[in-house]
């Protein structure tokens, strides 16, 4: 809960104007968001979240801690939400990687948190200073165990803010961790970014769980030190909280409830962005980074008569899957581009029956508008 | 009559699921005497605790709000934990694999930090829950399933291993010192900053049919007549000590407590008196 230190603070910032990194909008977006403790362990490119938020969080009555690892960062995030904090942490590949068994320990005792992924060149150290977008999969199916997703990745430095909010409010209304996706190319893009003004702000409060979920599949946190004995476990276990790792129909039912709360609720979730969409025979499908070069394509052939359209997927997990079949019925190809070797083409794929071409850059750089624009002409010769 | 420390205990699952002979009853026990004694509201206590036999001993026996975390990690989630409730006795139960092997690195460096925790390591020299296999803590040349030909590694110190990373209390009892494992267990309780006890312990099903220690009073004569104070063992030569278990306290500071200076870094954001 924010205090009014807090809110006060935040306050004196409505409507100022900056220069600011996308790695800084994020942190900014977090602290409007109410939170009020970040675990975390240095790695490039997501490094500038962790100073803004060693910078900040004291003047929001927020606690910033750096851990010894990413380990142990993501389960300090996991501590302060159970007791009571809105809590973030920020890495990237190989840190987002040693986070993956605790981000399945949020899921299964359903706590909220977000984990941004500022996502660099992999596998292992890769190339560490350069950009990719080839985390789509892992923060999908990183951790083991049958489970859903919630994730966003932004493509510009407002929207960095705009949508960490949007992350927060997510994880404690559906009791789930959420990922933000970012990439190092926004993460380090320094554009203008203006602050939002809290009065205007429709924060999800811890436990304000009134009608939070339509489904119904989300019970109420129970909070420490009221007398409860709250037994809060990573093991399968019942209604009440208590282990039960034998009964079949215990461990179905807690499972398909959490997956159900987020896959039922997913028209509540799913933003997506579609321009030119009318009346385009071929649909270019980007996100984060990679969208920008993609919609600057798009806008040439546009004026150059090409029937193209534009679609952007703002939240990757759950996926848009039935948006797509729709679309998918009534052009000839959809193109991908995107920083990997075909993430996100790959799940479009299950969802289309028309050719999905992709439009794929590694190596640390993101496509040009010249090489969409070429792909986008290529694709729409008959 | 019901008898008095009952009211700890989540009366409706047990007994416990450990094996006969097991320590870690002793340790519960300790525990909730300590408790006692201190007259803590058990409200006021958050148990975190990893994965193995010993972190069961307060979750889910403990009557208390508790946070049963992934295997080595407990002392990190209580990190996060203390920082928001700062008032909260927030105690971690864990055992040698658990907080000497795979999270062997947060222990240091909460330790380091001096973050106001209390800390039991429940060593039993082995990873009993898995069936018996070698822990950083089993002794050299012993047998186990995964040390089929003798163990080849030599022991860590752990509780010497807190201490020289900064902790404000580290000492070291055995099950069979029950009384002063109490005593010690209030001092660690009533620690502010980081707080450790390496309760050595037993386990006779995984560990003692190994060793020839096949039951629990085996093992409690063997820690008698094993066990040297801190104060003797200053006196002997590490060619006595071997296979000696030290028993006391290893240290004692009062460090500034870690959340302690994060609030205090808050407060003077608020005067405008930091830096």
């Known amino acids: ?382 | 009559m019901e008898h008095h420390l009952l009211k700890y205990l989540r009366e409706e699952i047990l007994p416990t699921t450990h094996c006969p002979g097991c320590g870690c009853g002793q340790v519960l026990n300790a525990f909730v005497n300590a408790i006692d004694t201190l007259r803590i509201d058990p409200r006021g206590i958050i148990s975190v605790t990893g994965i193995g036999c010993s972190s069961w001993i307060p979750s889910p026996y403990f009557k208390g709000d508790t946070l049963h975390t992934t295997h080595g990690r407990a002392i990190a989630f209580a990190t996060g934990v203390k920082v928001i409730r700062p008032d909260s006795n927030v105690v971690v139960i864990a055992g040698d694999g658990d907080l000497a092997g795979i999270g062997g690195n947060h222990l240091i460096h909460a330790a380091r930090r001096n973050v106001g925790l209390t800390v039991y390591l429940v060593n039993n020299y082995i990873y009993g829950m898995t069936g018996g296999q070698v822990s950083p803590t089993t002794p050299f040349g012993v047998v186990t399933s995964t040390t089929p030909y003798t163990n080849a590694e030599y022991p860590l110190k752990i509780a010497e291993l807190v201490a020289a990373a900064g902790a404000n209390y580290v000492a070291r009892w055995t099950t069979y010192h029950i009384r002063k494992l109490i005593a010690s267990m209030e001092e660690a309780l009533q620690t502010k900053g980081f707080a450790f006890i390496e309760i050595v312990s037993q386990c006779p099903v995984a560990y003692g049919r190994r060793v020839g220690l096949r039951d629990g009073v085996a093992f409690m004569e063997y820690f008698k007549e094993n066990s040297v104070s801190v104060r003797k063992s200053k006196t002997m030569s590490e060619e006595e000590l071997e296979g000696k278990i030290v028993v006391g306290r290893l240290a004692r500071r009062e460090r500034v407590e870690f959340t302690e200076s994060l609030r205090k870094i808050i407060e003077e954001q608020r005067t405008g008196t930091g830096a």
């Open chain 1, 1 to 382: 809960m924010q205090t009014d230190r807090a809110t006060g603070y935040l306050s004196t910032l409505a409507g100022k104007v900056q220069f600011a990194l996308g790695d800084e909008a994020i942190a900014y977006g977090a602290l409007f968001a109410g939170c009020t403790f970040f675990g975390g362990y240095p790695i490039t490119p997501a490094s500038e979240v962790a100073e803004t938020m060693a910078r900040e969080l004291p003047n929001v009555d927020g606690y910033y801690v750096q851990f010894e690892d990413e380990i142990g960062s993501i389960a300090a995030v996991i501590g302060a939400s159970r007791a009571g904090a809105k809590s973030m942490t920020a890495t990237s590949g190989p840190g987002f990687s040693l986070m993956q068994e605790n981000i399945g320990y949020a899921i299964m005792t359903e706590t909220p948190c977000v984990v941004v992924d500022v996502q660099r060149s992999g596998p292992s150290t890769g190339q560490a200073t350069k950009p990719a977008q080839a985390d789509v999969l892992q923060a999908r199916w990183g951790t083991h165990g049958d489970h859903e997703m919630i994730a966003f990745a932004p493509n510009s430095v407002q929207e960095c803010l705009d949508v960490m909010i949007e992350c927060f409010n997510l994880s404690e209304r559906y009791r789930h961790p959420v990922v933000l996706l970012a990439d190092g190319e926004i993460g380090h893009l320094r554009e203008k970014l203006v602050f939002p003004d809290p009065a205007d702000l429709d924060l999800f409060p811890r436990g304000g769980f009134d009608a939070a979920d339509e489904a119904g599949l989300v019970e109420p946190m129970r909070a420490y030190g009221e007398g409860n004995a709250v037994h809060i476990t990573g093991s399968t276990h019942k209604e009440n909280g208590m282990r039960d790792v034998v009964s079949q129909d215990v461990h179905e039912r807690l499972i398909t409830r959490c997956c159900a709360k987020i896959d039922k609720n997913r028209d509540n979730i799913i933003r997506v962005e579609e321009r030119f969409m009318d009346d385009a025979e071929t649909v270019v499908v980007s996100f984060g980074a990679d969208s920008r070069p993609a919609l600057g394509a798009v806008v040439r052939a546009r004026n150059e008569g090409v029937k193209v359209g534009y679609f952007r997927p703002i939240s990757i997990w759950p996926f848009c899957g039935e948006r797509l079949t729709q679309i998918g019925k009534r052009v000839r190809k959809i193109l991908v581009p995107e920083m990997n070797l075909g993430q996100l083409a790959r799940e479009i794929e299950r969802f289309v029956s028309v050719p999905v071409v992709r439009v794929s850059k590694i190596g640390g750089v993101a496509h040009s508008v010249e090489e969409v624009y070429q792909a986008i002409i290529e694709n729409s010769r008959s």
